[in-house]
């Protein structure tokens, strides 16, 4: 498809650049897990902390997500005193804990989702408390870790605009999950290119796609040179095992295109 000048593709779910670096005909409607994870790690410097371990493993995702925050975190001036990267099926998590616990890290950084639950609860047996980020948190990942885990901060894009979910669950029934919102999204990017462009010709709209701005079902929508959509970053912290937002976007200013909001 990168090679077909005569085909766009637009994907509102694959969260790794490396999918709409791949030709200018290929584009991202849901924005990158680095664009994120950088974020965290900025807001991590800025909230003044300056050393971390950072806890991946051999997962090639929670390997990038390692390697993404260390790296925004020392450009920014701070410490990272080391990064583990254990194989994803290790069970047993309490040596590397223990040797993260002996460094005396300001902050942990987890990338390894699935053993993040269990070592968040032996950081907790051994009395070590030092603030905790992740690349990500989800309610299983609560449930797991049986209260370890509150007070961690995690990177998120935007929930679904209340217009496009009204919308949708007036049509559907049911609530809308994120990929409903970026694949309209994608949709009205595609639109709003045609306009532009005033044309249909592939290579054309794909070009226009570059100046695409609007307030979508996702959040605000615009593109980088490289085709990833930008995207306004919503933090999350864990409080009493309940996921809050500490940070929220603007309300879209524009109605969204084709929804029904009677």
Known sequence: IAKDPEVIAISPTVGVSAFHLAGPNIFNSRGTSEATTRALAKLARERGLNTV?????????????????????????GTVKTKLEPPPSMTDTKTLVLKIAALRPELVFFSNLVQMPLA???????????????????????DEALGALDGALFPAYPEADQIFTKAFQGRYKSAPEMPAATAYDA???????????????????ATQILNVQFDGASGHMRYDSEGGAVKDVVFWKVEDNRLSPLNKPEAPTTSLIGLDQK
């Open 53 to 77: 371990a950072v806890f991946s493993s051999q997962q090639p995702w929670e390997i990038d997500q390692g390697n993404y925050f260390a790296d925004e975190f020392a450009k920014r001036g």
């Open 187 to 205: 949709v009205q990017t595609i639109v709003r290119a045609i306009e532009l462009a005033k044309s249909t010709t592939p290579t054309l709209v």
């Open 120 to 142: 968040a609860k032996e950081m907790k047996q051994i009395g070590f408390a030092p603030t905790r980020y992740a690349a990500h948190v989800d309610r299983n990942r609560l």
